[in-house]
């Protein structure tokens, strides 16, 4: 059964670049069949979608954080990571990791997500 | 952006009694809509994909319904593990989450 699970920082300052990883195991990255996806969740609120990659580096991101988001893959580590740069308070979420079908683009597997605090 | 609205925010219901709830799309997303469910401290699980189709390992009480901007999903027969906030999200254009409805005993 594939698990996913977020690493990275718990705490990140204003103005930082906020950055997480995703390690897969029970299954490979470089499938063709899954898009790997970061979505949000600020406390107490509804979900955010950030972005997805595909194993080939082909990346789609939410317009509205495109231009402070970068979602990269390492195939040999079986592993993708987020950056979201010059972060502030509103930027404070679960962020979770999953795997995307891609055949019914839907998340069917999530990592259990990790609380990113931008505080100083 | 496709804006999602899910009514009602919340949702009183008895075990047993059947639950429905409506999730509105601000244009069509054809059946490019699924729901989830979360509880407190977990991650979201898919429940429904194409507007209509179960994911695997959902028990038949879970269906969805509707196609366009309007869509429905219905639980026949509530049980104690369904009390969860149900998300809607489309995804005909990027993705978008509707707000949420908090199933909720009565």
């Known amino acids: 059964q594939v698990q996913l699970q977020e690493s990275g920082p718990g705490l990140v300052k204003p103005s930082q670049t906020l950055s997480l990883t995703c390690t897969v195991s029970g299954g490979s990255i470089s499938s063709g069949d899954y898009y790997w996806s970061w979505i949000r969740q600020p406390p107490g609120k509804g979900l955010e979608w950030i972005g997805y990659?595909?194993?080939?580096?082909?990346?789609y991101y939410n317009p509205s954080l495109k231009s402070r988001v970068t979602i990269s893959v390492d195939t040999s580590k079986n592993q993708f990571s987020l950056k979201l740069s010059s972060v502030t308070a509103a930027d404070t979420a679960v962020y979770y990791c999953?795997?995307?079908?891609?055949?019914?683009?839907?998340?069917?597997?999530w990592g259990q997500g990790t609380l990113v605090t931008v505080s100083s | 952006e496709i804006v999602m609205t899910q009514s009602p925010a919340t949702l009183s219901v008895s075990p047993g009694e059947r639950a429905t709830l409506s999730c509105r799309a601000s244009?069509?997303?054809?059946?490019?809509l699924a729901w989830y469910q979360q509880k407190p401290g977990q991650a979201p699980r898919l429940l429904i994909y194409?507007?209509?189709t179960r994911a695997t390992g959902i028990p038949a009480r879970f269906s969805g319904s509707g196609s366009g901007t309007e869509f429905t999903l219905t639980i026949s027969s509530l049980q104690s593990e369904d009390f969860a906030v149900y998300y809607c999200?489309?995804?005909?254009?990027?993705?978008?989450f509707g707000q949420g409805t908090k199933v909720e005993i009565k």
């Open positions: 194409g507007a209509s």
């Open positions: 999200q489309q995804y005909n254009n990027w993705w978008t």
């Open positions: 990659i595909y194993y080939s580096g082909s990346t």
């Open positions: 244009q069509s997303v054809s059946s490019n």
């Open positions: 999953a795997r995307v079908l891609v055949t019914t683009v839907t998340a069917d597997y």
